[in-house]
């Protein structure tokens, strides 16, 4: 299976900060990265796929970079709604497995 | 508008079963790929289980195989999960997940758009 590690774990931020998000790959995925936010109590909402193609109504100070093993979800300019968990899931092939998660907190 | 609405979860005990539902509505459920993914209390997500579109192929996580059983029911635009043997490790919130994706010549790439609330799961030890 493909391992993804996530970091930070926790990130604590500010509104109006940019923030990175980084994901690894145990091995290549190429571009088959996918980002998800989730907050308490609530289901995941797909933000990314394919690395860095935005779902349709994510805002654009989303962003998803990388390819290979190394990957990003930045955020460019934080706002209230954005603090959450976030995790990456590799869809290069099945089982498609989660990183452990980042918790953005507010400072 | 796409909704997903899990149904089934509840209190069992060690070595018991129980049977998840989802109910799609919103979309045409026949032309999409469905997945069981589960969160266990305070962790992170686990995909466990994937059918296609037509019910066949399915797809499941080591640590489910051989106890769970995806199925679908395109008249009904439901999903299902036969969860057999259960133990205190799968203790988690269940969500239906709609895939959405691209194949190309050598694959498909799938991604999870949609997401159900979740059902709650509790194996009691």
């Known amino acids: 299976d493909i391992l993804m590690t996530q970091s930070p774990s926790t990130l604590s931020a500010s509104v109006g900060d940019r923030v990175t998000i980084t994901c690894r790959a145990s091995?290549?995925?190429?571009?088959?990265l996918a980002w998800y936010q989730q907050k308490p109590g609530k289901a995941p909402k797909f933000l990314i796929h394919d690395a860095s193609i935005l779902e349709s109504g994510v805002p654009s100070r989303f962003s998803g970079s990388g390819s290979g093993t190394e990957f990003t979800l930045t955020i460019s300019s934080l706002q209230p709604d954005d603090f959450a968990t976030y995790y990456c899931q590799q869809h290069k092939s099945y089982p498609y497995t989660f990183g452990q998660g980042t918790k953005l907190e507010i400072k | 508008e796409v909704q997903l609405v899990e149904s089934g979860g509840g209190l069992v005990q060690r070595g018991g079963s129980l049977r998840l539902s989802c109910v799609a509505s919103g979309f045409t459920f026949s032309s999409y790929s469905m997945n069981w993914v589960r969160q266990a209390p305070g962790k992170s997500l686990e995909w466990i289980s994937y059918v296609s579109h037509t019910g066949s192929p399915v797809y499941y996580a080591d640590s489910v195989k051989g106890r769970f059983t995806i199925s679908r029911d395109n008249v009904k635009n439901s999903l299902f999960l036969q969860m057999n043997s259960l133990t205190a490790e799968d203790t988690a919130v269940y969500y239906c997940a709609r895939d959405s994706g691209y194949c190309t010549t050598s694959d498909c790439y799938r991604w999870h758009d949609y997401w159900g609330p979740g059902t709650l799961v509790t194996v009691s030890s």
């Open positions: 091995q290549s995925i190429s571009s088959w």
